[in-house]
């Protein structure tokens, strides 16, 4: 199946500071990305849509200028956690979706950030 | 609104025992559905899908089946084995880009 790499692995930061997850879809293109973030024993939860070229779709309750997302090329979305607080602290996953006529998402590995 | 729910958090099976794990959901107009497997501190593993012009497929010891009527999504491990133990997910999509995920099922396969 189609990869996604998701960089960092593991990041723990300081209250205040900004943090980058890279979310890359290494053998395909994806036009649309997916940004979810999941508590300890919790299901998925969709922070946020990102389509190449423009600007992120969030869901209710997900604050856009503290989670930033970029998606400038059709193999890599960014999302920034920007100020963060120990309350951000959390499993953070990308999907991406293959193009054409199958809907399939593929999922990174997450990234777990803890703010400290 | 619209959700998408698992009837048992837990599901402890015998090892080689057939699995079957469940989902409701509420949007009639969902046309696709995934399973996934989550192991911990792991991102969700696609198992298999269905379209809602079927309403079974099976793949490689996995079956899911579809049942439109009562909106009902099950997932069927035929021969559990140690390394199926994990989280399954059951997801619908819902509009063009949207997918929601149901709460989970945790899976422990007993020796």
């Known amino acids: 199946g189609a990869v996604v790499s998701q960089h960092p692995s593991r990041v723990i930061c300081k209250s205040g500071t900004s943090v980058k997850i890279e979310c890359r879809s290494l053998?395909?293109?994806?036009?649309?990305m997916f940004w979810y973030r999941q508590f300890p024993k919790k299901s998925l939860m969709l922070m946020a849509t990102s389509n190449e070229g423009s600007k992120a779709t969030y869901e209710q309750g997900v604050e856009k200028d503290k989670f930033l997302i970029n998606h400038a090329s059709l193999t890599l979305s960014t999302l920034t956690v920007t100020s963060a607080h120990p309350e951000d602290s959390s499993f953070y996953i990308c999907?991406?979706?293959?193009?054409?006529?199958?809907?399939?998402?593929?999922f990174g590995p997450g990234t777990r950030l803890t703010v400290t | 609104g619209e959700s998408v729910g698992l009837h048992l958090p837990t599901l402890s099976v015998q090892e080689g025992d057939n699995s079957i794990i469940n989902c409701a959901y509420s949007?009639?107009?969902?046309?696709?559905f995934i399973w996934y497997k989550q192991e911990s501190g792991k991102g969700p593993q696609f198992i298999i899908d269905?379209?809602?012009?079927?309403d079974k497929r099976q793949g490689q010891r996995v079956t899911v089946l579809l049942n439109k009527t009562v909106k009902h999504l099950s997932l069927q491990i035929a021969a559990t084995q140690p390394g199926d133990s994990a989280v399954y997910f059951c997801?619908?999509?819902?509009?063009?880009?949207?997918?929601?995920f149901g709460t989970g099922t945790r899976l422990k396969v007993l020796a």
């Open positions: 949007n009639s107009a969902s046309d696709y």
């Open positions: 053998d395909f293109q994806a036009t649309t």
């Open positions: 269905i379209r809602s012009n079927m």
């Open positions: 997801a619908e999509k819902a509009g063009t880009y949207k997918y929601i």
């Open positions: 999907s991406a979706e293959d193009g054409g006529s199958s809907y399939e998402q593929y």
